[in-house]
């Protein structure tokens, strides 16, 4: 399923060209929304301790942005007010030894529709989230340069989920590592039969770059993944891309396009496909799950490399396809993952 076409590493001058780090954002009435900066007034909940509330920006319909900050690490998230927000940070080895490894992941999840599912339209977009977020135009390129999926259907269902992850931040609070990753959730088609019996296409989209700049044991990111994960009752993962490991030759990126490809169980022809470039050392399937005991089905997909160079962005993408029956819970969580290590080295 999966495409590529070849470019050059040094062709993607472009690529780094501007850093994701997070601004503070206000906008003046009749623009995206209003910030406000109440600690007590968030309407995303954050469930992690140690995390303080910064900002928030309403958007169309029941969309927000929120941002959190923390010692280590800065989180914004723009979802359906009311989701919830976990945080994941590890340490390999206090920040102060010679080497060591970080990770941040970040689990966003909507209200339940269980009982409650209809058809609905998201009114606000993936880049207006990202510009809300306070993402430069060249870093939302990153994330948002996907085609339209050529379905008629509502397009998404829900406001995208986007996230954005300032981690490994120095003593003057710059991000070493900074991760973003979106999910837009399409209601494809319903069985001709029964109305309540939806399929559903997941497209995902992560970003990531290494924003270290120092000579002596820099960070490295040297791992990317987007995840999305529903309850087990009555949904099943019925397709997905990437399928397998694809390396990626070392020196040389590479143009992947990912597409749920879609036909049997729904009866239509849709393909929702996307496009990003991919450098060392490859870009695979991740946390494919679907069994009744972890209560979940669950499908990512994962860069695992090492960058070689300050300020160059990786990414990784993927889509799932989903039967959804009448009685299961169209809600998706997010989970956006970015891992790191100092004073290492990769080859």
């Known amino acids: 399923m999966l495409r ?4 050059t590493k040094r062709n993607m001058a472009a690529v780094g060209a501007a850093s994701a780090l997070l601004v503070a954002t206000a906008f003046a009435p009749g623009s995206l929304g209003a910030t406000r900066a109440a600690p007590d007034t968030a309407a995303l909940n954050m469930v992690t301790p140690g995390f303080t509330f910064a900002s928030e920006v309403r958007l169309a319909g029941r969309a927000v942005v929120d941002r959190w900050t ?16 976990r945080v994941d940070v590890a340490y390999s080895a206090p920040r102060t030894s010679k080497s060591g490894t970080g990770s941040v992941g970040v ?25 809300a977020m306070g993402l430069s ?3 939302i390129a990153k994330i948002d340069s996907s085609p339209s999926p050529t379905t008629t259907g509502p397009t998404p269902r829900q406001p995208p989920v986007c996230v954005e992850v300032d981690g490994d931040k120095d003593s003057n609070g710059r991000a070493r590592q900074i991760g973003t990753g979106c999910e837009e959730q399409y209601l494809d088609s319903t069985d001709p039969s029964n109305s309540a019996q939806w399929y559903l296409v997941d497209r995902f989209h992560g ?18 993944d987007v995840n999305v994960r529903y309850n087990w009752y009555e949904n099943e993962i019925a397709d997905w891309d990437p399928q ?3 390396p990626v030759n070392d020196g040389q990126c590479t143009t992947e396009t990912t597409g749920a490809h879609l036909g049997t169980a729904s009866g239509v022809s849709a393909e929702y496909s996307q496009a990003a470039t991919i450098c060392p050392n490859r870009l ?21 490399g090492y960058d070689k160079d ?18 299961g819970d169209p809600s998706v969580t997010n989970y956006t993952h970015i891992k790191w290590c100092w004073g290492c080295s990769g080859s």
């Open 4 to 7: 590529r076409s070849r470019i």
């Open 70 to 85: 923390s010692r280590t690490t800065d989180v914004v998230v723009a979802a359906v007010a009311g989701s919830q927000v």
């Open 107 to 131: 689990a966003v999840t909507p209200p339940s529709e269980r009982g409650t599912k209809a058809r609905t339209t998201s009114s606000v977009s993936q880049a207006q989230e990202l510009t």
């Open 137 to 139: 135009p060249a870093a």
């Open 207 to 224: 970003s990531g770059v290494n924003n270290d700049p120092a000579l002596i044991e820099p960070d490295h990111l040297t791992q990317l």
């Open 244 to 246: 397998y490991d694809y």
């Open 284 to 304: 695979g399937p991740d946390n494919l799950r679907s069994y009744a005991s972890s209560g979940n089905v669950e499908f990512g997909s994962a860069w695992y």
């Open 310 to 327: 300050f300020d160059q962005y990786e990414a990784t993408i993927g889509n799932d396809y989903v039967s959804n029956g009448p009685g």
